[in-house]
């Protein structure tokens, strides 16, 4: 079964720190590129970073801000976004994704997606 699952998210103060959580079937995770959206609510949805998980390679937004990060475990096939000293602008529905190739890790190259976790950040 090809799926992506997250989970992590929850509602958080300013300043604290998150760790999302992405799960790939294993025909995802040995053939694609997988990483992070986000969609705050009014606007769109943003790559923010991604990981080829076959050499550990990684992309970044520009949005992206150095606090965060992406990590992966291989023996698990999961995905993480390391989020810390978040913001109440960090608030937003987190997707997990995957592409054929990490590119610039636009919407537009994304194969799969998860169902999504919310992360509130409240000041």
């Known amino acids: 079964q090809v799926q992506l699952v997250e989970s992590g998210g929850g509602s958080v103060q300013a300043g604290g720190s998150l760790r999302l959580s992405c799960a790939a079937s294993?025909?995802?995770?040995?053939?694609?590129?997988l990483g992070w959206f986000r969609q705050a609510p009014g606007k769109e949805r943003e790559g923010l970073a991604a990981v080829y998980p076959a050499d550990g390679s990684t992309v970044y937004s520009d949005s992206l801000e150095d606090r965060n990060f992406i990590s992966q475990d291989n023996a698990k096939r999961m995905i993480y976004l390391h989020m810390n000293n978040l913001k109440p602008e960090d608030t937003a529905r987190y997707y997990c994704?995957?592409?054929?190739?990490?590119?610039?890790?636009?919407?537009?190259?994304?194969?799969?997606w998860g169902q999504g976790t919310q992360v509130t950040v409240s000041s």
């Open positions: 994704a995957a592409a054929a190739a990490c590119g610039s890790w636009h919407i537009s190259d994304i194969d799969y």
């Open positions: 294993e025909y995802i995770y040995s053939r694609k590129c």
